[in-house]
């Protein structure tokens, strides 16, 4: 059974920076797309980033460009989200998601397994 715990979440100032991490277990994920989403109060669930766990490949949503950085470990079986220059609109629940296949996957929907979320709080 796939389980996705994300941890490192809180309250941050503005320009300050947070790393959450996800740790994946109940299978190898070589096959995997392993994604970031976000979701702010009142809004829908955003795409932040993706990586493929195999190649380490990365892609990026328009919100992270510039300042937040994907990346996983395949030794802990975990995947990060390094997040600088944070702005109070960044403040969301942030999701960790898999998705089996060979694409990239920018929807929701698109994701069979998710964590169950942790806070980001960046005050102004």
């Known amino acids: 059974q796939v389980r996705l715990v994300e941890s490192g979440g809180g309250l941050v100032q503005a320009g300050g920076s947070l790393r959450l991490s996800c740790t994946a277990s109940?299978?190898?994920?070589?096959?995997?797309?392993m994604g970031w989403f976000r979701q702010a109060p009142g809004k829908e669930r955003e795409f932040v980033a993706a990586i493929r766990w195999s190649s380490g490949l990365t892609y990026y949503g328009d919100s992270a460009k510039g300042r937040f950085t994907i990346s996983r470990d395949n030794a802990k079986s975990t995947v990060a989200l390094q997040m600088n220059s944070l702005k109070p609109e960044d403040t969301a629940v942030y999701y960790c998601a898999a998705s089996y296949g060979s694409g990239w996957y920018l929807n929701s929907y698109d994701y069979s397994y998710w964590g169950q979320g942790t806070q980001v709080t960046v005050s102004s």
């Open positions: 109940g299978r190898t994920f070589s096959n995997y797309c």
